[in-house]
């Protein structure tokens, strides 16, 4: 390193490429296929949606964002640390929107905009970490699962009309053991069925096993372990101290550290906690009255995607909303539209690089109006990961409940949008292989129509392709590490100064 004002020589590249071993790794080398030659197979694959933008008129956005936290409370050995997950959900009448966008004058109402973001709602977890016990749970990770099942999923925050998110969880166990029959139909209750993830009977009693290994430590188990859905816990040998959830069935205490950070469990958790909580209101919202539904659009901050150890309850997200969106068409109404923009990512870096072939056409011309792009797994494996191998197998096939489409608006904004699958499973579509049904546009109905209509109404040149919504979802959600990080962990700190355990 130099020192401070010290000038780099203008000669110091020299001896690098002069350099023996760097001539014969240069010569060696060679560079990925040069993909001019397909560029008039991007523009082909563009579909003008023009003429599917409509005016809204009537409806409610809605954008969830959630931030995690932790807080250091003693960091030497034996660290201390608080876990905290913020959530947020925004909400945006659009009629009430367009009263303020189509305002004849450059000022607003501060009013106006002072009651736009009173449609929001915070929810917001603590969590144990490292170091943190309590009286009814000696071991930090038992009483992070406690607090997992009791302040989460058993939350007054989290109940509407009656419904908890433990029932909403129990709802998605139940659709997760569903078989890839082409109408999702669940499969039988069976007194042998081993899935983690299916529910079981026994002794009358409904319930999931766990088999393999303890959710309490990790120790192999010499036979299968139920747990019962009523109360939600079974205790190992009638000891409380080693009781066991249905809600280990996330596996995020796989990744639980009681000596240091846990900030990637936190992550873990934070991330499909957001997914169920949108499924959850959505839920509930259909359960207290239909109508609410109808014509709500929602945006997710990120992919329609679970990922680690919790993946496999995106299957059942996918089943229950699609159930949702049936039983409002078959009362006349269209349904919830469901909708993850991602910031960042390789599909975003992607549809940087092609900028200027999704803004212009083959002459050189500027393309006007609104194209998608549906990214089909060979396109994505030709063009975005061509390091993975074309295996025929149905990308995003654990983890995805959604579709993904490059976005370009009409003020030639790009955006990386997944769009909810129109199915209830990944089974083939009218004998046509589901990763094929997927990027088929007309599967899809509306929604096409509503994602390009709500994506072109609520573009704002605030930040870069960035949407109002999941702007003031994130600004809501959002923990910054400092200065509010830092206040956070001074109030912590000096509340849990009395709280030491007794020795």
């Known amino acids: 390193m130099p020192y401070m004002n010290e000038r780099a020589s203008a000669g110091g590249g020299f001896d690098v490429l002069n350099d023996p071993e760097v001539q014969r790794f240069i010569n060696s080398v060679q560079t990925v296929k040069d993909h001019t030659g397909k560029i008039d197979l991007i523009r082909q694959r563009m579909v003008n949606v023009s003429h599917l933008v409509k005016e809204l008129d009537?409806?409610?956005?809605?954008?969830s964002d959630a931030s995690p936290y932790e807080s250091i409370v003693r960091e030497n050995f034996p660290s201390v640390r608080v876990g905290v997950i913020k959530f947020s959900n925004v909400l945006i009448f659009v009629d009430q929107y367009k009263r303020l966008r189509d305002r004849n004058?450059?000022?607003?109402?501060?009013?106006?905009?002072?009651?736009?973001?009173?449609?929001?709602?915070?929810?917001?977890?603590?969590?144990?970490?490292?170091?943190?016990?309590?009286?009814?749970?000696?071991?930090?990770?038992?009483?992070?699962?406690?607090?997992?099942?009791?302040?989460?999923?058993?939350?007054?925050?989290?109940?509407?009309?009656?419904?908890?998110?433990?029932?909403?969880?129990?709802?998605?166990?139940?659709?997760?053991?569903?078989?890839?029959q082409p109408d999702g139909a669940p499969r039988p209750y069976r007194e042998d069925a081993q899935a983690i993830g299916s529910v079981v009977i026994k002794n009358g009693r409904e319930g999931i096993e766990f088999k393999n290994r303890s959710p309490i430590d990790g120790t192999e188990l010499s036979e299968n372990l139920f747990v019962p859905l009523d109360p939600g816990y079974v205790d190992v040998g009638g000891d409380p101290a080693r009781r066991v959830y249905v809600t280990d069935a996330l596996r995020v205490q796989e990744v639980f550290n009681e000596e240091g950070g846990n900030t990637e469990c936190f992550n873990r958790l934070m991330s499909v906690l957001e997914h169920?909580?949108?499924i959850h209101i959505i839920r509930c919202s259909f359960e207290s009255d239909p109508s609410i539904v109808a014509n709500m659009n929602v945006i997710v901050d990120g992919p329609l995607a679970i990922f680690g150890e919790a993946a496999r309850f995106h299957r059942s997200i996918m089943s229950l909303l699609h159930d949702i969106r049936q039983?409002?068409?078959?009362?006349?109404?269209?349904?919830?539209?469901?909708?993850?923009?991602?910031?960042?990512?390789?599909?975003?870096?992607?549809?940087?690089?092609?900028?200027?072939?999704?803004?212009?056409?083959?002459?050189?011309?500027?393309?006007?109006?609104?194209?998608?792009?549906?990214?089909?797994?060979?396109?994505?494996?030709?063009?975005?990961?061509?390091d993975k191998m074309e295996t025929g197998k149905n990308f995003g096939d654990e983890t995805y409940y959604g579709q993904t489409f490059i976005v370009r608006t009409s003020r030639n904004k790009l955006f990386?949008?997944?769009?909810?699958?129109?199915?209830?499973?990944?089974?083939?579509?009218?004998?046509?292989?589901?990763?094929?049904?997927?990027?088929d546009l007309t599967n899809y109905g509306d929604d096409i129509s509503h994602m390009v209509s709500i994506i072109e109404m609520m573009q704002t040149d605030l930040f870069q392709n960035a949407l109002i919504p999941v702007h003031l979802a994130h600004r809501y959600a959002s923990i910054a590490h400092s200065p509010g990080g830092k206040s956070l962990d001074r109030f912590i700190r000096e509340v849990l100064a009395s709280k030491q355990a007794p020795r």
Request: charge should be neutral; proline fraction near 5%; aromatic fraction near 8%.
């Open 416 to 439: 990386d949008v997944t769009l909810a699958y129109p199915f209830p499973s990944k089974s083939n579509v009218n004998d046509v292989p589901f990763r094929d049904a997927k990027v």
């Open 105 to 180: 004058t450059a000022f607003v109402d501060p009013a106006d905009i002072a009651e736009l973001k009173k449609k929001s709602n915070q929810s917001k977890i603590i969590l144990p970490g490292a170091g943190i016990t309590h009286a009814d749970h000696p071991k930090t990770k038992s009483f992070f699962r406690a607090s997992v099942f009791e302040n989460i999923f058993h939350a007054e925050q989290f109940r509407c009309e009656g419904i908890s998110l433990y029932d909403t969880f129990v709802e998605l166990l139940k659709r997760s053991g569903k078989t890839n």
């Open 276 to 278: 169920l909580l949108v």
């Open 58 to 63: 009537e409806g409610v956005v809605m954008a």
């Open 327 to 386: 039983k409002c068409r078959d009362r006349g109404m269209r349904g919830p539209v469901v909708m993850g923009i991602s910031k960042t990512g390789k599909v975003v870096e992607h549809a940087h690089l092609i900028e200027n072939l999704v803004s212009r056409d083959a002459e050189n011309n500027a393309l006007d109006g609104t194209f998608v792009l549906p990214v089909s797994d060979d396109y994505r494996t030709t063009f975005i990961e061509p």
